[in-house]
């Protein structure tokens, strides 16, 4: 369900109502830089300014998420050795 004001192209709605369970195969490098670019594009959505905490806020999270799956990625190549 799209609650903000974005709108999609086709292609991207027709993704978006396969549902959260569909995974699109990306390179690690390939996925950041579009998580980062996506991100960036909703914050440039919103009131101009409450842009630069929402950019703040959204550096946290995506560092957070990077440590916690490349620590994740460490512990799964340890197991599998």
């Keep these: ?12 709605q027709e993704l978006q109502d396969t549902g ?11 996925y950041w830089t579009n998580l980062v670019v996506e991100t960036e594009q909703a914050i440039r959505q919103l009131e101009t300014k409450i842009e630069d905490a929402y950019r703040i806020l959204a550096a946290k999270k995506l560092t ?11 512990v799964h190549k340890h197991k599998h050795i």
Excluded: R
Excluded at 1 to 12: D, R, Y
Excluded at 20 to 30: A, C, L, P, S
Excluded at 64 to 74: C, D, F, G, P, R
């Design 64 to 74: 957070e998420l990077h440590y916690t799956l490349k620590s994740s990625n460490t």
């Design 1 to 12: 369900m799209n609650l903000t004001n974005i709108k999609f192209t086709k292609e991207e």
């Design 20 to 30: 959260m369970q569909y995974n699109i195969e990306q390179t690690g490098k390939t």
